[in-house]
Every structure is written in structure tokens, then in C-alpha cells.
């Protein structure tokens, strides 16, 4: 994605456009696709403004504060709580997978394997 015009050539095309000049002349002279100037037209007189609009932050999190608070009490009450119980108990609209990147990236706990879990080695071979 490009980066937005600066103010000033915004400021240019909008002044250009309502002399009357062709957007063909406006986007060779200012080097920007006719594109662009129909649509900064198109916000300027909408709004009366040429400046870029605000970003909106991206996309919203599936999880809420109050929910992943929920989660971390759970995980702190039942450490062994897999994620597909927590999906389940608390009726969270998302995946195994998205839930458990939540958990690390988010709350910020990981998987530990059992040091008793750990497999020895089989007898009576060298190696």
C-alpha cells in the first residue's frame, strides 16, 4: 500500500480541479492516477476536507478484555484445561488454533511439557 499524499499536493489538486482543469492534465502534472483525484474530489465534496482520513485500526479482536480475563483466571485455576474446554465453557466465537495463538502472543502463558511425560531411553542399546 502506498503512503498517503502529503497535504500540500493535496491541496494542489483540489485548487487545480476547481480552476476547472482536466483531471487527465491534473494527474500528468502532479504525477498521481486519475484515480486518486476522483476520489480526493469525491471526499473534498463530501467533507469540505482534503486532508486523508483517519486509519481504522485494523481488524477488531475476536476476544474481549472481560473474555481473555475470563480465560487467564480459568488457565490460573486449572492449569491442565485444554482449549477446546475453554472454547466450550466460556462459548468463545473462535477457533482451537486462533484461541490458542490468543493464549501465547496475548496472555503471554506457553505449553511446558511434563517433565514426567518425558519418554527414557530404551534399555540395552548403546548409542
Do not use: H
Not at 502529503?6 to 492516477?33: C, F, H, M, W, Y
Not at 482520513?53 to 476476544?63: E, I, M, V, Y
Not at 477457533?95 to 490458542?100: M, P, Q, T, Y
Amino acid at each position: 500500500m502506498s503512503k498517503p499524499l502529503s497535504i500540500d499536493l493535496r491541496k494542489r489538486i483540489i485548487e487545480a480541479k476547481l480552476r476547472g482543469d482536466p483531471q487527465s492534465k491534473i494527474a500528468t502534472e502532479k504525477e498521481v492516477n486519475e484515480s486518486t483525484i476522483t476520489k480526493l474530489w469525491a471526499l473534498y465534496r463530501k467533507t469540505g476536507k482534503y486532508e486523508a482520513r483517519p486509519n481504522s485500526g485494523g481488524r477488531k479482536p475476536a476476544l474481549s478484555p472481560q473474555q481473555l480475563e475470563q480465560i487467564t483466571e480459568k488457565i490460573k485455576e486449572q492449569p491442565d484445561i485444554t482449549l477446546q474446554e475453554l472454547i466450550d465453557e466460556f462459548s468463545l466465537p473462535v477457533c482451537v488454533s486462533a484461541l490458542c495463538r490468543t493464549i501465547n502472543n496475548k496472555l503471554g502463558f506457553r505449553y511446558k511439557k511434563n517433565s514426567s511425560r518425558c519418554r527414557t531411553k530404551p534399555q540395552g542399546r548403546e548409542g
